[in-house]
């Protein structure tokens, strides 16, 4: 392990720890950034081996970030490029900046980097963050499953950021003995509670009239979010609401089809619009935060919403139940079904009340439960487990 000690104030220099990361986007970006910003720089030094394929990628927030950082950066195409040749530049990397430690990030990564790792003394730490057996249903599914188990055995550690996404793991056959469980954590501070001066200028920005109710969305749009269901049952909803709108802020390779599923359905008021740049004025846009995602490990854009102080509609996949509690700070319906949703739409933009409780409720809980000092804390916990050879 490079001539490290294994207590921390002994040690002779910081564990050199490599991230490799394939979806440079989203909550991956965002746990990875919020985990290196605060991991203690004498302890862990960080490395950053990031791909900036895909279309959304933060690729100049990540440039920008590694800079301020001072963290070391290496750009590597982990699609479309043949995996003989990744797995041998990871390799080369790997000991021309001395790691110790590989902390791989979503399943492309925790493929070729458990691949590259074969052979040397370089531990490997995965986050799957939802693995891929989680996102389909069909023959996929099994291969997935076998590839994963296979692959566990040549990991030190596996984290989960939910205790479902634990569950799946083992239901998939997964060692118990891998598996960690540390839920995504928020920097509190940087998410203040929405100020009503704040909602009347978001409003004012987004053209929302003051007695409209925003039922809103952030994030990427894909089939994993489920944006389709919530048109579906806006077709319900808003009818019965005619004060009410849906709003989508985010991009992705779902938002053309939905714009016509939105045009198919005749909604008079349903809107697209791109906010990620900055999203605490888009939540303080909203009235309810929607969340139908098909499956999720650890949303951040529901915590995001909670630590505002916003009412949360979600389906109840299994990060979503692991984040929210049902009738105090969320109301969730059965996934992948718009009668449902349209249910507890309806029941949340009927009662003030109801709304105005679960948006103090979901605060106290994500103050309470998801710091993200525990989340980093935890990790570190790991690493040193792993160095010292105790898992």
């Known amino acids: 392990m490079h001539n490290l000690a294994t207590d921390p104030h002994t040690k002779t220099r910081p564990v050199r720890i490599a991230h490799v990361v394939e979806a440079t986007t989203g909550g991956v970006a965002r746990h990875l950034m919020d985990l290196t910003a605060h991991l203690d720089p004498a302890e862990f030094a960080t490395v950053l081996y990031l791909s900036f394929t895909r279309p ?3 690729t100049e927030q990540l440039r920008g970030f590694a800079r301020a950082q001072n963290f070391l950066l290496r ?19 790997m000991a021309q900046d001395a790691i110790d430690l590989l902390h791989l990030h979503s399943a492309k990564a ?9 052979g040397t003394d370089i531990p490997t730490i995965y986050t799957p963050h939802a693995f891929p057996f ?4 069909d023959w996929f599914r099994f291969l997935y499953r076998r ?11 596996i984290i989960c950021v939910s205790a479902g996404e634990a569950e799946e793991a083992l239901d998939a056959g997964l060692p118990e003995e891998k598996l960690v469980v540390i839920p995504n954590g928020l920097d509190i501070d940087a998410w203040p509670l929405i100020t009503p001066e704040q909602r009347a200028e978001a409003r004012t920005l987004y053209g929302i009239a003051p007695e ?29 609401f005619p004060t009410s709108r849906v709003i989508i802020w985010g991009d992705g390779p779902q938002r053309r089809a939905l714009r016509r599923l939105a045009k198919r359905l005749r909604l ?4 697209f619009l ?4 900055d999203p605490h004025r888009t939540y303080a846009a909203m009235d309810v935060y929607c969340a139908p995602s098909r499956w999720e490990a650890g949303p951040y854009g529901v915590l995001e919403a909670m630590a505002c102080g916003l009412p949360i509609v979600a389906s109840n996949v299994s990060g979503h139940v692991d984040y929210l509690v049902d009738e105090v700070n969320a109301k969730l319906f059965e996934a992948d079904l718009p009668g449902p949703l349209a249910g507890v739409l309806h029941a949340m933009l009927a009662d003030q009340d109801v709304r105005d409780a679960f948006g103090a409720a979901a605060r106290r809980h994500v103050e309470a439960t998801f710091p993200l000092s525990r989340m980093v804390e935890a990790t570190a916990a790991v690493y040193r487990a792993v160095v010292a050879g105790k898992r």
């Open 147 to 157: 590839i994963e188990r296979k692959l566990a055995a040549e990991t030190a550690g």
């Open 134 to 137: 989680q996102r389909t249903t």
């Open 110 to 118: 925790g493929y070729l980097g458990r691949l590259a790792a074969r």
């Open 75 to 93: 750009e590597i195409p982990l699609a479309g490029v043949h995996n003989q040749l990744l797995v041998a530049r990871l390799r080369e990397w």
């Open 56 to 58: 959304e990628s933060w």
């Open 212 to 240: 409209e109710m925003v039922v809103g969305a952030l994030a990427r749009v894909t089939t994993q979010k489920g944006f389709d269901l919530l048109l579906q049952a806006a077709e319900e909803t808003l009818f019965d």
């Open 274 to 277: 791109r906010g990620m740049d």
């Open 268 to 271: 008079p008021r349903v809107e």
